[in-house]
T-cell receptor, first 113, second 115 residues
């Protein structure tokens, strides 16, 4: 089955710097990969989706890359702000039919002022 | 639009008791999901539904049952609760976009404790 790894240790960075989070996967070739944000006590919120034929996707201060050879996605937040502090989850489509997403354990980002 | 709502928000059960968690969405989405989230385990899919009247098992279905009698509602039942079912439960819904992506919309969660 699909295995997705995200750094379980929190990432601490200074305000204004670029945060980079990693998502590695094995045993599958997904058609797309999604990133979500989760705040404490709340449900995840969809941020970005990137397809296997897309190298990079941007949305405002967010950038996602997808390297199907390395089986890795990188999630960047530029000019980070304390309000960006949250847990970020990556998710892959288990069967390329959109029915089942497998989520990574998430990485907690702390942006210090 | 309220989006995805879940009731109740909190519940404490004793071992062996039963309960039903209700998920409702007002976005006319075809797909609905139930997940549980535990520390260090991430989100794990319990059951899902691709349309009214249909359900399917996810990664961790044992001890749970579901029903999707109406398109907007997805119920998760625990027939005989066990301490191992202590968790935060999230419901989500999604739809197929023109480019066949299935971004999911999550509810606020139900925190369940089984003693």
């Amino acid at each position: 089955s699909q295995k997705i790894e995200q750094n379980s240790e929190a990432l601490n960075i200074q305000e204004g710097k670029t945060a980079t989070l990693t998502c590695n996967y094995t045993n599958y070739s997904p058609a797309y990969l999604q990133w979500y944000r989760q705040d404490p006590g709340r449900g995840p919120v969809f941020l970005l989706l990137i397809r296997e034929n897309e190298k990079e996707k941007r949305k405002e201060r967010l950038k996602v890359t997808f390297d199907t050879t390395l089986k890795q996605s990188l999630f960047h937040i530029t000019a980070s702000q304390p309000a960006d502090s949250a847990t970020y989850l990556c998710a892959l489509d288990e069967d390329n039919a959109g029915n089942m997403l497998t989520f990574g354990g998430g990485t907690r980002l702390m942006v210090k002022p | 639009n309220a989006g995805v709502t879940q009731t109740p928000k909190f519940r404490v059960l004793k071992t062996g008791q039963s309960m039903t968690l209700l998920c409702a969405q007002d976005m006319n989405h075809e797909y609905m999901y139930w997940y549980r989230q535990d520390p260090g385990m991430g989100l794990r899919l319990i059951h899902y539904s691709v349309g009214e009247g249909t359900t399917a098992k996810g990664e961790v279905p044992d001890g749970y049952n579901v029903s999707r009698l109406k398109k907007q509602n997805f119920l998760l039942g625990l027939e005989s609760a066990a301490p191992s079912q202590t968790s935060v439960y999230f419901c989500a819904s999604s739809y197929s976009t023109e480019d066949s992506s299935y971004e999911q919309y999550f509810g606020p969660g139900t925190r369940l404790t089984v003693t």
